[in-house]
């Protein structure tokens, strides 16, 4: 029950702050929505930041938990990790929440700096090094072109699949909306991206020979 209750909770405060924003959302209207005494949140939570942050905390564990790959994937084929670590994270991008959550960042961030920093360690810096490592991984398979930087790629990878269809959901516009549209969208825009980060078959074909 307890851990009902946390979730509940959780839940309530991510909705809310997503819908109000944070300084609009107070303790009282989370107690009154989740339907617990207010002491009950202040017991888990000792206040509106800490429980906010902790909303944070766990949708970036959500999100780093939901896209990183099994590691003998990994292992086996990285750019088919990479791959499907990318579209994964199209889905996680645009739920609701994590747009409702980004608004609110957008708009009340400047006010609450603390916020931000605690979002970029737990949600954003996570998800950049994940990319990173797969990006990496495929480095040291011999597939990524000698020419691209992989801390550059890896952005640049991450900035062309996530951030066009997360800033059109932000703007409120329905882009992606089905599985087929985001499939054929990966698959156009990787296509794009990979013919200029790997080496080509014959350049790969050559380096084997010598």
């Known amino acids: 029950m307890s851990e009902e209750l946390d979730a509940l909770i959780l839940q309530t405060a991510v909705h809310l702050f997503g819908e109000k924003g944070y300084a609009a959302t107070s303790m009282e209207q989370i107690a009154a929505v989740a339907q617990v005494g207010k002491q009950t949140i202040y017991r888990r939570h000792a206040s509106k930041e800490i429980l906010f942050k902790t909303v944070i905390t766990e949708l970036g564990q959500s999100l780093l938990g939901a896209a990183a790959?099994?590691?003998d994937m990994v292992s086996a084929d990285p750019l088919l990790a990479l791959r499907q670590t990318m579209r994964m994270l199209i889905d996680l991008v645009l739920q609701p929440d994590t747009i409702a959550l980004s608004r609110t960042f957008i708009a009340?961030?400047?006010?609450?700096?603390?916020?931000?920093?605690?979002?970029?360690?737990?949600?954003?810096?996570?998800?950049?090094?994940?990319?990173?490592?797969?990006?990496?991984?495929?480095?040291?398979?011999?597939?990524?072109?000698?020419?691209?930087?992989?801390?550059?790629?890896?952005r640049m990878l991450s900035a062309l699949l996530l951030s066009w269809p997360h800033q059109q959901r932000l703007f409120g516009r329905m882009v992606l909306a089905t599985p087929q549209e985001r499939d054929q969208y990966l698959e156009q825009t990787w296509n794009a991206v990979m013919s200029g980060i790997l080496v080509s078959p014959q350049a790969s074909t050559a380096e084997t020979s010598r």
Not at 128 to 154: D, H, M, P, Q, Y
Request: charged share 30%; aromatic share 8%.
């Open 108 to 154: 009340e961030g400047w006010r609450f700096p603390d916020l931000v920093e605690h979002a970029g360690a737990h949600v954003f810096e996570p998800l950049e090094k994940l990319t990173f490592k797969l990006l990496g991984e495929v480095e040291k398979a011999g597939l990524l072109n000698r020419t691209c930087g992989c801390e550059e790629t890896s």
């Open 69 to 71: 790959p099994p590691e």
